[in-house]
């Protein structure tokens, strides 16, 4: 009887041992996070947000802060888009009243800061620094074209 379960939990070890490991060696290697994973920070396409502001009005917990304006063919843009993650809780309001999809999860689980203010996001810089680089990037050589956006804020800063 003792020989009979001894072999039977050898078998188990073995069977575990030979099988697919269910754990990464974090942190050098990171699980990736399912489609529907919500967490991280917000991510913005400026490209494809269109100032409509529902997305702030949707949060329940007033993380998001935008500002917008008008340029000359009579089309708000944004000028500000601040989110402040410490405040967040994570209900996905924000995304889903986004008519244009232009904001989603950075899927960034490790989301620890040292100070309260690296909290908070700039998401609008991150989303232009991110445009420049790519068009650098398939461009090879030479600044990029800046788009309309970015065009008309620098015009107005400038005036
Ligand atoms: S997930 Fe919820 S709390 Fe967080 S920014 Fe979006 S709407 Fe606000
Ligand atoms: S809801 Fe979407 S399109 Fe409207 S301001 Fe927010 S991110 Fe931009």
């Known amino acids: 009887m003792r020989g009979k379960g001894l072999l039977k939990g050898m078998s188990l ?8 490991k269910g754990t990464v060696q974090y942190p050098e290697a990171k699980l990736p996070m399912s489609p529907r994973f919500r967490g991280g920070e917000l991510e913005l396409d400026h490209k494809k947000c269109i100032a409509c502001g529902l997305c702030a009005m949707a949060c329940p917990n007033h993380v998001i802060e935008l500002t917008t304006a008008v340029n ?28 244009t999809k232009a904001i989603c999860w950075d899927k960034n689980y490790e989301n620890a800061r040292y100070f309260r203010e690296d909290l908070d996001v700039d998401c609008l810089s991150i989303s232009q620094q991110k445009s420049v680089t790519a068009a650098e990037e398939s461009f090879g050589t030479g600044k990029p074209e ?3 956006q970015e065009k008309t804020r620098q015009g107005r800063a400038a005036g």
């Open 13 to 20: 070890t073995l069977k575990a041992f030979f099988s697919k």
């Open 72 to 99: 000359e063919d009579k089309k708000k843009y944004l000028t500000s888009y601040v989110y402040h993650s410490g405040l967040c809780l994570y209900c996905n309001f924000c995304t889903e009243a986004c008519p």
């Open 146 to 148: 800046m788009d309309e």
